[in-house]
Nanobody
Framework: QVQLVESGGGLVPPGGSLRLSCAAS????????MGWYRQAPGKQRELVAS???????NYVDSVKGRFTISRDNAKNTVYLQMNSLEPEDTAVYYC?????????WGKGTLVTVSS
């Protein structure tokens, strides 16, 4: 059974930081490309950052220079370090794992940026 379990969300003031984690089980983690998506109220889900199985990373323009995605294959975990958070970053953040045509999702973790 495949599971992706996100953690680390919460309430943070503007300018603050959070680190999200996504622990994977039931897959050969090192073979999967991993991603972080987010969905704000009334908006479509968007890809925030991704890291391939070989370690290449990609970011949406709005988070470049503020967010960092990383993976630890020994721990089957992908991280999203979020700095200089803005109210516009408020969303449910979802972890994804993809390999060829296979795509798995986590259940999400809520990030709220507010004073």
């Amino acid at each position: 059974q495949v599971q992706l379990v996100e953690s680390g969300g919460g309430l943070v003031p503007p300018g603050g930081s959070l680190r999200l984690s996504c622990a994977a089980s039931g897959i050969v983690f090192s073979m999967y490309d991993m991603g972080w998506y987010r969905q704000a109220p009334g908006k479509q889900r968007e890809l925030v950052a991704s890291v391939t199985s070989s370690g290449s990373t990609n970011y949406v323009d709005s988070v470049k220079g503020r967010f960092t995605i990383s993976r630890d294959n020994a721990k089957n975990t992908v991280y999203l370090q979020m700095n200089s958070l803005e109210p516009e970053d408020t969303a449910v953040y979802y972890c994804s794992a993809s390999h060829a045509v296979i795509l798995y999702w986590g259940k999400g973790t809520l990030v709220t940026v507010s004073s």
